[in-house]
Structure formats: structure tokens, C-alpha cells
T-cell receptor, first 112, second 116 residues
């Protein structure tokens, strides 16, 4: 999997939007952008993924830059339950199996 | 529907012993992959099984092994335990052949192994 760069930590106030950035300047044309998060004492949880277009689901939105070298995970209204480590991962279309390469992720802290 | 179930959730072993961890995937999921998570190394891929065959293996010594049964349930085994094997072991399941970057994984809560 190609390399991604994320800030180590971010802070947000409850009820406010959160924008979590990810740089992936070496992304290839067939790489999907995935986001997973890990809450304390739990396994990682899928959040969202996309290829070229912006994506929305019930959990979050994913904004992908036009050149695809960066993306932003958007939590529209942060809650205390959103406090977790968020991982940005690239997965190639020809990825051999379910090997995910996790970087350090961004630890999101949500203040009441 | 039921999620990915890992057992046991917590266990303590001593150096030199062996351990077997179990993972029951979501019904219908044929791929099971295993990961080791430690504070120092983060999340690292161990291996993946699909239709009872190991398809990929990470960079871990031969003491780490696994298998998958016909009902897709999987076990991983660590022999001759070392202190550095203390970690959270996670399994994840997914549908299909997984040869797609769009494939999504569902993780279990993990088995926390402590080696004394």
C-alpha cells in the first residue's frame, strides 16, 4: 500500500465539524482511499472509502482533491463517541488480498 | 447480524508456552485476516485465509501460524511465546475474493495476550 501522512492528533469541540486531513502524494490511479477508526479497547471500524468523487454516508463525508494527492474526512458534528484514532489507508485495485497497512493515524480528541 | 467474534478476549501465558486464538467471521464472509497491534509497532498484518487457503503472509516468524476451517472460522497459533508477543490480536473478515481496493473489512474486538 502507498504511504499516507496524517497529523498525530487533533482536537475538536463537541457538536462542531471536524476535518481530518490525509496526504497521499504517491497515490496511483487505481488506489482507493479508505478511512477506518479505532475506538478505545475496540478493533478498527470502517468509516468510508472513495476513488475519485466525494462520498457521503451516515457516518461521515470524504472529500478527495482533484489531483487525488490528498483527502479529508469530515465529521459533520463531532460527538464524544467520535473520539478515536482515525487511519487513512490506500488500497490498490490489484491489492492481493486483505492486507491493510496502517500508519500512525490521527488521534481525535473531542471536548465537551 | 452478528459481528466478528474473537475468543478468548483476554489471556495470560508464560514464556515458552503456546496459544491458540479463534475468530468467527460474519456469516457469508469467506476471507479472514489477522493483525497484531502493539504500542510500539502499531497494527501489523499477520496473514489472510480465504477458502481454507493462506493467501498472504506478513513479515512474522514461523512461530505464528493459522488455519481456516470449511465454515470460514479461523484460528491462529503462536508457539514458544516470547515477551514481545504480548499484544492485541485482531481478526477481520470480508466477502468475496477481496481482489479489489474497494473491499471493506469488519474487525473483531480482539484478543489481548499478555506473556509473562
Amino acid at each position: 500500500d502507498a504511504k499516507t501522512t496524517q497529523p498525530n492528533s487533533m482536537e475538536s469541540n463537541e457538536e462542531e465539524p471536524v476535518h481530518l486531513p490525509c496526504n497521499h502524494s504517491t497515490i496511483s490511479g487505481t488506489d482507493y482511499i479508505h478511512w477506518y477508526r479505532q475506538l478505545p479497547s475496540q478493533g478498527p471500524e470502517y468509516v468510508i472509502h472513495g476513488l475519485t468523487s466525494n462520498v457521503n454516508n451516515r457516518m461521515a463525508s470524504l472529500a478527495i482533491a482533484e489531483d487525488r494527492k490528498s483527502s479529508t474526512l469530515i465529521l459533520h458534528r463531532a460527538t464524544l463517541r467520535d473520539a478515536a484514532v482515525y487511519y487513512c489507508i490506500l488500497r490498490d485495485h490489484n491489492n492481493a488480498g486483505n492486507m491493510l497497512t496502517f500508519g500512525g493515524g490521527t488521534r481525535l480528541m473531542v471536548k465537551p | 447480524k452478528a459481528g466478528v467474534t474473537q475468543t478468548p478476549r483476554y489471556l495470560i501465558k508464560t514464556r515458552g508456552q503456546q496459544v491458540t486464538l479463534s475468530c468467527s467471521p460474519i456469516s457469508g464472509h469467506r476471507s479472514v485476516s489477522w493483525y497484531q497491534q502493539t504500542p510500539g509497532q502499531g497494527l501489523q498484518f499477520l496473514f489472510e485465509y480465504f477458502s481454507e487457503t493462506q493467501r498472504n503472509k506478513g513479515n512474522f516468524p514461523g512461530r505464528f501460524s493459522g488455519r481456516q476451517f470449511s465454515n470460514s472460522r479461523s484460528e491462529m497459533n503462536v508457539s514458544t511465546l516470547e515477551l514481545g508477543d504480548s499484544a492485541l490480536y485482531l481478526c477481520a473478515s470480508s466477502t468475496g475474493a477481496a481482489l479489489s481496493g474497494a473491499n471493506v473489512l469488519t474487525f473483531g474486538a480482539g484478543s489481548r495476550l499478555t506473556v509473562l
